[in-house]
C-alpha cells in the first residue's frame, strides 16, 4: 500500500486499539481474523507494521519465521494531536458487517497517512513568494490519489479520532484544514525534530490557520504603523540622500515587524536583554525602528557629522555600525543592542552568541538562560554559502557555548548579488542546514505580515519554551540591486520585471486592512502623513547635530579608560604577594580524599608543590595557573576555551582532574578559598572561526572576566582569520569596541613539519598600529603570569595575541623562581643577558631574538664557553618596547648586532623589527646602525617536513647567530 511507512505519528485512539487487537490476533494466528483483514496485514510491510506498534506502545519481537510476538509489557498510552488521551474504541466502531469494517480501518489509515504527508511535504505547496515567480510543483504524495481515495471520497465521514481537532471529518474537509494549515502562507519544517514535544509544540499551533484569525484591529493597526515606518525610512533616505549606499530593505519591509514581534514576546516572557546581529541589508531600518537610534543622528551621519575628530576612533561606513538603548515594552524594561559588524555578512554569528553567553552568566542564569537572548539576521545566499553558519549552530548545544537557543531570521532575497538559488545552495531551502541541529523551520510569505508576525511569535515561544535553535525564513525580494546604485535587470531581467509592477508590501496590507474595515483608507494615510513628519522634523534637526560622547565606556565598562598611544610600557601592578602565592599553589597540588586521579597526574602535582615550597623550579603550566589562581582570587572569573584545553595538547595544564574509576571532575582551581571566582575551561568543537569568534564576543560584554582561547596549534588560528582581521586588530578603532581577549598560539620549531611549527607571527605584526592590540612571544614563566595577570589589572582592554612554547613547557632552563611573581616583580618587555659575559664594552656581538630559538642560543652559547656574545629577549614585539630596548642596548657600543629567528626570513618577526632596531641603534649611536637577518632563507612553506632537515637548519642558523662559523 503505497505511503504506508509513514503512519508512524498518526495512529491514535480506538482505530489504533482496534487494528492492534486484530495484528496481535493475526500475526498468532492468520487465520482467526476475517479474509479481509488478513489480506491486508499481509499487504504491509515492516514500516507499517512498526506503525502499528508505535500507535498502541506495544512493542513486538520478531519471530524466527518472521512473525511477530508482543512482549509482556502493556501497551503505553497515547495522546492525540490535541493532548487527548484515547478512549476505548466506541461499540459502533466495529459493526457486524466484516467489509465494512475494513473499509473504516482502510479510510483511517489512508486520511491519517494523507494527514502525515502534509505535516511533512506541505510547505512544498505553500505559497510563499511574494512575486509569484516560484513554479510550484504538485507533490504526489500530497495527493489523495496516491493513498487510494477518489473524487467520490470527498464527502465521507472518516474516523480519525481527534487528529486534527475532529472526531471524523470527509475527505474534504480534512484536505481544507490540511491546505490551510501548511500550504498557505506560512510553510513549516518540523517533522525532521527528534523530541516528540518539540514536534507536537509546533503542530498544535499551526493546525487549524490560527494566524487567520490571530490579530484585533488594533493589533493589525500597529503592524501597519512598523509597515509604514520601515517603507517610509527608505523612501525618506532614498529622496533625501540620492545615490548613497544604504543597503534598504525594500522589498523586504515585514522582516521589522518579525523582529519587533520577537523583541516583544520574548519581554513578555522575562527576557531583559537581547542582542541583535546581522549584515548590512536593512541595518539602518533596524537601527532606527527596532533599536531606536534618533533619526536626527542618522539624517545627521549621511551627511558627514560624527566623524573622528567629533568622537574617537577612524569610524566606519554607517551601514556596519551598532549601538545599543533601552526600550520600555509593556511596561518593561528591555536593553537592545546591534552589534557592529563588517561586509563578511555572518562574521558576528558566533561573535553575538558569545556576547549573550557572557551577559547570562554575569547575571546568574546558568541553568534556563532566558534573560539574555539573541537574535540574528540573515541573508538567504549567506545564511547558506557562509561555515561559520553551521560552526555558530552547532555549538548551540554545548555546555561550554549554549545560550538557550537563537533566533534566526532570514530576509529571503531569493538572490544573492546576481546569483539565484538554483548557483547558491544544493538543496532545497537556504535553511537547509539547520537542520542539523533539529531546528524547526518557518518558511513564509514577506507579503503577508499578520502570518509574519504570528510566525515570529512562535519562534520565540518555542526559543523559551525549549531552549533551542530556530528559523524563521521570510520570503521576500529585493527591490533594488545589490545597492541601490547597481542595475539588477542585467542578470535578473525577469525577477525585476515582475517586482516593478508589484505593489509594496504596505500597499498592500493597507488596502487589505482597509477592504475589511480595519484601518480605514483615510487613517492609513494619516499615519503615513504623520511618519513623514517626523522624518522632515528629525531631517531640519540633523542640520546641527553633534554627536555626544562616545557611550563605549559606560555599563559594565564604568571606570575602564580610553587607552592612548603615550602609555608607558609596564604601566600596570602585576606583582601577588607570595602568601597568596603559595596559597594558591597548595590548591594546585591538593586533591581530595578519596579522589582517583592520574597516578602520572598526581607525580605532577607533587613536582607543582616542591617548586612552589622551595621557591624555584617553577614551569610554563604552574605559571599560568598561579595567574589564573591569583585573577580567582581577587574576583576575575577565568574562561578558557578550545580543542582539549582542560588537558592541554601538549598533555601540560591539566585544569580538570579526572577520577579515574567513575570519571568525576575535579577543577583544583576553584577550590582555592571561599568567595573566590570560577575557572570554566571547555574543549570545544573542532572550530576555530566560530570559536573564536564566540570567545571574542564573551570578551566584549564582560571586560572583568579572562577570557583565553588557545589554538591546538598556532597555525590553526588560520581558520579564524575573518575574525582576527575584522574585529579582534581593528574594532578599537572602527566601532569603539574594547577586547582583552587573550590568544594562545603554541609556535616553535621542533622538527614537527610545516603545520605544527609556525603560528605565523608575521601576521599579527602586520595588523598592529595604533596600539591596538599586544603581541608577545615569551620566553618565561614569570613573564607569561604578569602578561595574563595584566589583562584584567591595566585600566583599559587590549587583545593579547601570545606565541606560545611547546618544548619549553618541560625545557629544564624554562623555569622562573616564586620571587619573579611576588612583590617588585613586573612584566618584562626585554630581558636582558642573564649570564656571566665578557664586560659590555668588550661584547662583539649582540643576538636579539624572541622566543624559544634564545634557548637554543643559551645552550649552544654554554656548551662552547662563548663569552663575547650577548643575547638579549624582545618578548613583546608590540608595542615596540622603543623606550626599555635603547636602554638595555646602549652598554653594547662595540658590538655587531644580529636579529636571530627560526622562521624563514618572510616570515616571523624581521620584516616587521628590522627597521625598528634600526632606529633603536641609531638612537644608542654604537657601533652597529642596522641589524643583520640570521635565520631561514625566505619559503613558501613555514617549515621543513623533514626532521633531519630541520636539526640541520637549526644548527645552523644557531651557529650562525653566535659567529661559530
Not at 533566533?407 to 532575497?413: A, F, G, L, Y
Not at 505593489?503 to 502623513?529: F, H, M, N, W
Not at 565606556?553 to 601577588?576: C, F, I, R
Not at 580543542?643 to 585544569?655: I, K, L, N, Y
Amino acid at each position: 500500500m503505497p505511503g504506508v511507512d509513514i503512519l508512524a505519528s498518526a495512529m491514535t485512539g480506538a482505530n489504533a486499539t482496534f487494528l492492534a487487537d486484530l495484528y496481535a490476533r493475526w500475526v498468532q494466528a492468520p487465520d482467526s481474523v476475517d479474509p479481509s483483514f488478513a489480506e491486508l496485514f499481509a499487504a504491509l510491510n515492516d514500516d507499517a507494521r512498526a506503525v502499528l506498534e508505535d500507535a498502541t506502545g506495544a512493542s513486538w519481537a520478531p519471530r524466527p519465521r518472521g512473525g511477530f510476538a508482543p512482549e509482556p509489557e502493556a501497551p503505553a498510552p497515547t495522546k492525540g494531536a490535541k493532548g487527548d488521551k484515547p478512549a476505548a474504541a466506541p461499540a459502533a466502531a466495529v459493526s457486524a458487517d466484516p467489509a465494512a469494517n475494513r473499509q473504516q480501518v482502510v479510510d483511517s489509515l489512508r486520511a491519517l497517512m494523507l494527514i502525515r504527508a502534509y505535516r511533512v511535504r506541505g510547505h512544498l505547496e505553500a505559497d510563499l513568494d511574494p512575486l509569484g515567480l516560484q513554479k510550484k510543483k504538485p507533490h504526489p504524495e500530497l495527493d489523495p490519489k496516491t493513498y487510494g481515495f477518489s473524487d467520490a471520497d470527498l464527502d465521507r465521514p472518516i474516523f480519525i479520532d481527534k487528529v486534527l481537532g475532529r472526531e471524523t471529518a470527509t475527505l474534504r474537509e480534512i484536505l481544507a484544514i490540511l491546505k490551510a494549515s501548511y500550504c498557505g502562507t506560512i510553510g513549516v519544517e518540523f517533522m525532521h525534530i527528534q523530541d516528540p514535544e518539540q514536534k507536537a509544540f509546533i503542530q498544535q499551533r499551526i493546525e487549524g490557520a490560527p494566524w487567520k484569525n490571530a490579530f484585533k484591529a488594533d493589533d493589525k493597526r500597529t503592524i501597519l504603523e512598523q509597515l509604514t515606518a520601515a517603507e517610509g525610512f527608505e523612501a525618506y533616505c532614498a529622496k533625501k540622500f540620492v545615490g548613497t549606499k544604504r543597503f534598504g530593505l525594500e522589498g523586504g519591509e515585514s522582516t521589522i515587524p518579525a523582529v519587533q514581534a520577537v523583541i516583544a514576546e520574548g519581554a513578555k516572557n522575562g527576557v531583559t536583554e537581547i542582542a541583535i546581529g546581522m549584515a548590512h541589508r536593512g541595518r539602518l531600518s533596524t537601527l532606527v525602528n527596532v533599536v531606536k537610534k534618533p533619526f536626527t543622528q542618522v539624517f545627521a551621519e549621511f551627511k558627514g557629522a560624527g566623524h573622528a575628530e567629533d568622537v574617537q576612533g577612524s569610524g566606519d561606513v554607517k551601514y556596519h555600525l551598532g549601538t545599543s538603548t533601552d526600550v520600555e515594552i509593556d511596561g518593561r524594561q528591555v536593553h537592545l543592542s546591534l552589534q557592529p559588524n563588517p561586509s563578511h555578512l555572518e562574521a558576528v554569528d558566533p561573535v553575538v552568541a558569545g556576547k549573550v553567553r557572557a551577559r547570562q552568566d554575569m547575571a546568574g542564569d546558568t541553568k534556563t538562560r532566558q534573560s539574555v537572548m539573541g537574535i540574528l539576521l540573515h541573508g538567504d545566499a549567506a545564511f547558506a554559502g557562509q561555515g561559520v553558519v553551521y560552526e555558530t549552530m552547532a555549538m548551540s548545544q554545548l555546555i561550554g557555548y549554549r545560550t538557550g537557543g537563537t533566533i534566526h531570521v532570514v530576509t529571503n532575497n531569493q538572490i544573492g548579488f546576481t546569483t539565484t538559488p538554483a548557483h547558491a545552495y544544493s538543496g532545497l531551502y537556504c535553511t537547509d542546514i539547520a537542520k542539523s541541529v533539529q531546528a524547526p523551520i518557518l518558511h513564509v510569505n514577506g507579503d503577508d505580515p499578520e502570518a509574519v508576525v504570528f510566525a515570529a511569535r512562535l519562534v520565540t515561544e518555542f526559543r523559551l519554551k525549549f531552549a533551542s535553535d530556530v528559523v524563521l525564513d521570510i520570503v521576500c525580494y529585493r527591490r533594488h540591486g545589490h545597492n541601490e546604485s547597481d542595475e539588477p535587470a542585467f542578470t535578473q531581467p525577469l525577477m525585476y520585471a515582475r517586482i516593478k509592477e508589484t505593489p509594496t508590501t504596505r500597499t498592500k496590507y493597507a488596502g487589505k486592512l482597509a477592504a475589511e474595515g480595519s484601518v480605514p483608507e483615510a487613517e492609513a494615510k494619516a499615519i503615513q502623513d504623520a511618519f513623514f513628519a517626523k522624518m522632515d522634523e528629525a531631517f531640519q534637526a540633523s542640520q546641527t547635530f553633534k554627536p555626544n560622547k562616545a557611550d563605549w565606556l559606560e555599563g559594565h565598562w564604568s571606570g575602564l579608560k580610553a587607552p592612548g598611544n603615550d602609555q608607558p610600557e609596564t604601566d600596570t601592578d602585576t606583582a601577588v604577594e607570595t602568601d597568596v602565592l603559595r596559597e594558591v599553589g597548595a590548591a594546585l597540588s591538593r586533591v581530595p580524599e578519596g579522589f582517583g586521579a592520574n597516578p602520572k597526574i598526581l607525580r605532577q602535582l607533587e613536582a607543582k608543590k616542591q617548586a612552589i615550597e622551595t621557591g624555584e623550579g617553577i614551569d610554563w603550566a604552574t605559571g599560568e595557573a598561579l595567574a589564573f589562581g591569583t585573577l580567582l582570587v581577587d574576583g576575575h572569573r577565568v574562561r578558557l576555551s578550545g580543542e582539549d584545553v582542560q588537558r592541554g595538547t601538549f598533555s601540560q595544564r591539566h585544569a580538570y582532574l579526572i577520577d579515574q574509576a567513575t570519571q568525576a571532575e575535579y577543577v583544583p582551581l576553584n577550590n582555592i578559598r571561599e568567595g573566590q571566582a570560577r575557572l570554566e575551561a571547555f574543549n570545544s568543537l573542532l572550530s576555530e572561526f566560530g570559536v573564536l569568534g564566540f570567545d571574542y564576543g564573551y570578551s566584549l560584554a564582560d571586560p572583568q572576566t579572562l577570557v583565553l582561547w588557545e589554538g591546538q596549534f598556532g597555525d590553526f588560528a588560520n581558520g579564524a582569520q575573518v575574525i582576527i582581521d575584522q574585529f579582534i586588530a581593528s574594532a578599537e578603532t572602527k566601532w569603539l569596541r574594547m577586547s582583552g581577549l587573550v590568544m594562545l598560539l603554541p609556535h616553535g620549531y621542533e622538527g614537527q613539519g610545516p603545520e605544527h611549527s609556525s603560528a605565523r607571527l608575521e601576521r599579527y605584526l602586520q595588523l598592529c598600529a595604533e596600539r591596538n592590540m599586544r603581541v608577545a612571544n615569551i620566553t618565561t614563566p614569570a613573564n607569561y603570569f604578569h602578561a595574563l595577570r595584566r589583562q584584567m589589572k591595566a585600566n583599559y582592554r587590549k587583545p593579547l595575541i601570545l606565541m606560545t612554547p611547546k618544548s619549553l613547557l618541560r625545557h629544564k632552563l624554562a623555569v622562573s623562581p616564586l620571587a619573579e611573581f611576588g612583590p617588585g616583580s613586573r612584566f618584562q618587555t626585554v630581558l636582558d643577558e642573564v649570564d656571566t659575559i665578557e664586560a659590555p664594552e668588550k661584547v662583539r656581538r649582540v643576538v636579539l631574538c624572541t622566543g624559544k630559538v634564545y634557548y637554543d642560543l643559551l645552550q649552544e652559547r654554554r656548551d662552547k664557553g662563548v663569552k663575547d656574545v650577548a643575547i638579549i629577549r624582545v618578548e613583546q614585539l608590540y608595542p615596540f618596547p622603543a623606550v626599555t630596548l635603547p636602554k638595555i642596548l646602549a652598554p653594547y657600543k662595540n658590538a655587531e648586532v644580529v636579529w636571530c629567528q627560526e622562521e624563514p626570513e618572510n616570515m616571523g618577526a624581521w620584516n616587521y623589527i628590522d627597521r625598528r632596531i634600526e632606529g633603536v641603534l641609531k638612537q644608542v649611536g654604537g657601533k652597529a646602525t642596522r641589524p643583520d637577518y640570521v635565520g631561514r632563507p625566505a619559503a613558501a612553506s613555514p617549515a621543513t617536513g623533514l626532521a633531519k632537515v630541520h636539526a640541520q637548519q637549526q644548527e645552523a642558523l644557531v651557529r650562525q647567530a653566535l659567529g661559530l662559523g
